[in-house]
């Protein structure tokens, strides 16, 4: 069994191969399934009521953090298989449903993968918590975000090409057989399972949403992530629209995105703990606000690209930070059920801004829509003012030297 604690590069390792699968499906749910619903006849805000539906589960992540932490006593790392098996059930089952006829059925195992993801992804952040030590946080979210942007754009381009060539159910059968290689690697990992005495989660995650700094958090992240939602809807949509592309040529486009935002994870992790969090998670978002208004410049694939690389690389950099920050404040005891309600909420900002995206461009057209998508950012800047970054790393220092005694 291999150690994480003492190699490190295994534990980045570990972490970027679980979050690649969160990419997998990412890509599904952000290029394959919007264009295969255009092909397929389905209304645009069709499509983007339809992903929201199946990116719920994401947005109560405090239900699967809540189950992870009772049991913790079995660990994290049976989470994470029992997390991955139903990814793969809800990839296979709908490689045999057509969306045009049963969209129900389509929509019901695709939202069962992505519960599947849920409880991956609260059982990963939690493992992440006990064993990251604060001044790595943001090199250990580097490597999460990393490997996350990295299944984007393996999916975006891999499974596009495949679902231009041999089909989409053929995209979503490699994508099941992708994810069951990666949770191969977890069953060969030591985990030192915690022997925590039962608690009441309650009382003390109440404890710990009453301070000051988890609040103004709280309020930001639904607000950072509007933006994202927004974007990654209505950038492929716009391609096939607006641009004419077809579908492996959307591919190819979408993933300069997660590879720009792969650097721009690495470089926003790295960045964040040598800096404060506070002035790299600025100089990111303001960089964002502007990129994203440019898009009204988009009149070619060219020009496009190049406009969306720079918003991945931005957005890899500003999502990496945030959560570093929500890392930082979260209790160990109660480490997958307080973050995950933190991301949680994060989701449900990044799911508004996708159902509001087929609405925005139906009344105001993809032009207006991009200036809407910059202007989000403006309450965010305004929150990030109120964090205490000095604080905040104190806190967390004081939680894991409790956590010791």
């Known amino acids: ?33 919007p264009v295969y619903f255009v092909e397929k006849g389905l209304s645009i805000e069709l499509t983007g009521l339809v992903i929201g ?63 599947g993801m849920g409880f991956l992804d609260v059982s990963s952040d939690a493992w992440a918590i006990e064993i990251g030590k604060d001044e790595e946080l943001g090199k250990i979210n580097g490597s999460m975000f990393a490997g996350q942007y990295a299944g984007m754009a393996v999916g975006s381009s891999l499974l596009a090409a495949i679902a231009q060539f041999y089909g989409y159910p053929m995209s979503f059968f490699v994508a099941a057989i992708i994810v069951v290689l990666i949770i191969l690697f977890p069953l060969v990992i030591k985990e030192t399972k915690k022997r925590i005495k039962r608690q009441k989660m ?85 960089g964002s606000m502007v990129f994203s208004a440019l898009m009204i410049f988009a009149d070619t694939w060219i020009i496009l690209a190049l406009i969306y690389a720079a918003i991945g690389f931005l957005q890899g ?4 930070i945030k959560a570093s920050m929500l890392m930082s404040i979260s209790n160990p005891k109660v480490g997958a059920t307080q973050f995950s309600i933190l991301m949680g909420l994060g989701n449900g900002g990044m799911i508004l801004g996708e159902s509001i995206s087929g609405p925005l461009i139906s009344a105001f057209g993809f032009t207006r829509s991009f200036l809407f998508s910059a202007w989000f950012f403006g309450p965010a800047l305004l929150i990030i003012h109120f964090i205490k970054e000095k604080k905040q790393i104190k806190n967390k220092l004081a939680v894991k030297s409790d956590l010791d005694r």
């Open 317 to 320: 950099g500003y999502i990496t």
């Open 53 to 115: 539906i199946i990116g719920l589960p994401v947005v109560i992540k405090f239900i699967w953090g809540a189950i992870v932490d009772h049991f913790i006593r079995f660990g994290r790392k049976i989470f994470i298989i029992i997390g991955g098996l139903l990814i793969i059930i809800g990839f296979l089952a709908v490689v045999f449903i057509d969306p045009s006829k049963s969209l129900i059925a389509f929509t019901f195992f695709l939202f069962i993968s992505v519960c």
């Open 202 to 286: 309650a009382k003390l995650l109440i404890k710990e949403f009453k301070k000051k700094q988890t609040q103004v958090l709280t309020v930001l992240v639904p607000i950072i992530n509007l933006n994202k939602g927004f974007i990654l809807i209505v950038i492929p949509i716009f391609m096939k629209v607006v641009l004419n592309l077809d579908i492996a040529q959307i591919g190819l486009i979408v993933a300069l995105f997660p590879i720009t935002s792969t650097f721009g994870s690495i470089i926003g992790g790295a960045t964040s703990d040598k800096w404060t969090r506070k002035k790299a998670l600025s100089l990111f978002v303001v």
């Open 1 to 33: 069994m291999i150690d994480i604690i003492r190699h490190s590069y295994y534990k980045y390792f570990l972490f970027a191969s679980l979050y690649f699968s969160e990419g997998i499906i990412m890509a599904i749910g952000f290029v394959i399934i």
